[in-house]
């Protein structure tokens, strides 16, 4: 798998391809909780707060050409919810990785709550 570098010849592993995945996922979770210093929602509200309807767009959107689903939204939601999970819970082998996944189940289950409970 090859990943462009400083050396265009130096090739990464597939574990250091999927950390790498795994970390740019995160970063986008921080990315999203971040909002959150601009205006404090409850994450626990009848309805979704901004953030929440921001990921929950996301996983609407989770396809390979990033377009909002036709079919069932709350189905298509949970479905993608359910493969970025597992995507983020390969391999976790080492402490440092432990540690990401934890920061990314504390945003996912903050994040998905409303998605989570309509199952």
């Known amino acids: 798998i090859a ?3 400083k ?19 995160l ?6 909780s971040e909002s959150e210093r601009t205006l404090l929602e409850s994450y626990r509200g009848s309805k979704p707060n901004r953030i929440q309807r ?20 709350s189905s298509v939601a949970k479905n993608n919810l359910a493969r970025l999970d597992s995507f983020m819970s390969r391999d976790i082998l080492r402490p440092v990785t432990n540690e990401r996944f934890q920061e990314y189940r504390s945003l996912y289950a903050k994040f998905s709550l409303h998605i989570r409970e309509q199952i």
């Open 54 to 73: 921001q990921f929950e767009e996301s996983m609407i959107r989770m396809n390979t050409q990033g377009v909002k689903a036709t079919d069932d939204f």
């Open 7 to 25: 050396n265009r010849n130096e090739r990464r592993t597939p574990e250091e391809m999927l950390e790498l995945q795994q970390i740019s996922i």
């Open 3 to 5: 990943f462009e570098t």
């Open 27 to 32: 970063q986008c979770l921080r990315w999203i």
